[in-house]
C-alpha cells in the first residue's frame, strides 16, 4: 500500500523558516509527480506546490512563491518544502500528495495525513 | 487563476436521499476536474478523475459529469459513511485551485 508520511511542522514565529519532509514508500517515486497541499483548521484545501517526477518541473502558489521551495530526492524517496518569510496566514495541516499517473498535470491518488505548521510569535 | 465556485457550501440529507453538488469554473476546463471525499481528521480521498471517473475502489453510488465550465457530482442513495466534505479540483492548469467545498450533514 502507498504510503505518505509527513514531518517537520510546528510552532515557528512570523519571518521565521521550516523544512517540511515527506517520505514515500511502496511505490516508485522517482516515477511521479508530487504536491503539497495545506488546509487551515476550520477551511478548504489550498494546493501549495508542484515538482515533476525528474524536478525539471516546479511549480507554486502565488501566496507562497519567493517564499517556498519545493524539492525532492528520489534517492531517498523524499519530498521537501522549504518554507522561509513564514506568515500568520501560513498556519494550517501540510499534506504531501501523489499525481495519479506521474506527470505534473493530474489529480492526486494518495495523500498524507499531513504535518501541522502554526506561525505565531 | 481559475476560480471553481461549489454549490451548495452545505446540504443537509437523509439516508437514501439522492445529494448534487455542482462545482462551476470560471473559464472552461475541459473534462480536467476531480472530486474528493474529506471526513474530519482524515486526508482527502480521490472519487472521481477526468470528470467523470470513478476511482478504485469508490462506490458506483457516485457518479460525476460535466465538461467546459459546469461540472456535477451526483450520490445517489446517501449513506451513512458519506456524510463529509466534498472539493472539486481543476488540473487544467496551474495554480491549481479547489472550490471552496460542500458539507453534507445530516438532516
Known amino acids: 500500500e502507498v504510503q505518505l508520511l509527513e514531518s517537520g511542522g510546528g510552532l515557528v514565529q512570523p519571518g521565521g523558516s521550516l523544512r517540511l519532509s515527506c517520505v514515500a514508500s511502496?511505490?516508485?517515486?522517482?516515477?511521479?509527480?508530487m504536491s503539497w497541499v495545506r488546509q487551515a483548521t476550520g477551511k478548504g484545501l489550498e494546493w501549495v506546490s508542484t515538482?515533476?517526477?525528474?524536478?525539471?518541473?516546479?511549480y507554486y502558489a502565488d501566496s507562497v512563491k519567493g517564499r517556498f521551495t519545493i524539492s525532492r530526492d528520489n534517492s531517498k524517496n523524499m519530498l521537501y518544502l522549504q518554507m522561509n518569510s513564514l506568515r500568520a496566514e501560513d498556519t494550517a495541516v501540510y499534506h504531501c500528495?501523489?499525481?495519479?499517473?506521474?506527470?505534473?498535470?493530474?489529480?492526486?491518488?494518495?495523500w498524507g495525513q499531513g504535518t501541522l505548521v502554526t506561525v505565531s510569535s | 487563476a481559475i476560480q471553481m465556485t461549489q454549490s451548495p457550501s452545505s446540504v443537509s440529507a437523509s439516508v437514501g436521499d439522492r445529494v448534487t453538488i455542482t462545482c462551476r469554473a470560471s473559464q472552461g476546463i475541459r473534462n480536467d476536474l476531480g472530486w474528493y471525499q474529506q471526513k474530519p481528521g482524515q486526508a482527502p480521498k480521490l472519487l472521481i478523475y477526468?470528470?467523470?471517473t470513478l476511482q478504485t475502489g469508490v462506490p458506483s453510488r457516485f457518479s460525476g459529469s460535466g465538461s467546459g465550465t459546469d461540472f456535477t457530482l451526483i450520490i445517489s442513495s446517501l449513506q451513512p459513511e458519506d456524510f463529509a466534505t466534498y472539493y472539486c479540483l481543476q488540473d487544467y492548469n496551474y495554480p491549481r485551485t479547489f472550490g471552496q467545498g460542500t458539507k453534507v450533514e445530516i438532516k
Open positions: 477526468a470528470a467523470s
Open positions: 511502496e511505490f516508485t517515486f522517482n516515477t511521479f509527480a
Open positions: 500528495a501523489r499525481g495519479r499517473l506521474g506527470g505534473v498535470k493530474d489529480q492526486f491518488d494518495y
Open positions: 515538482i515533476s517526477a525528474g524536478s525539471t518541473g516546479t
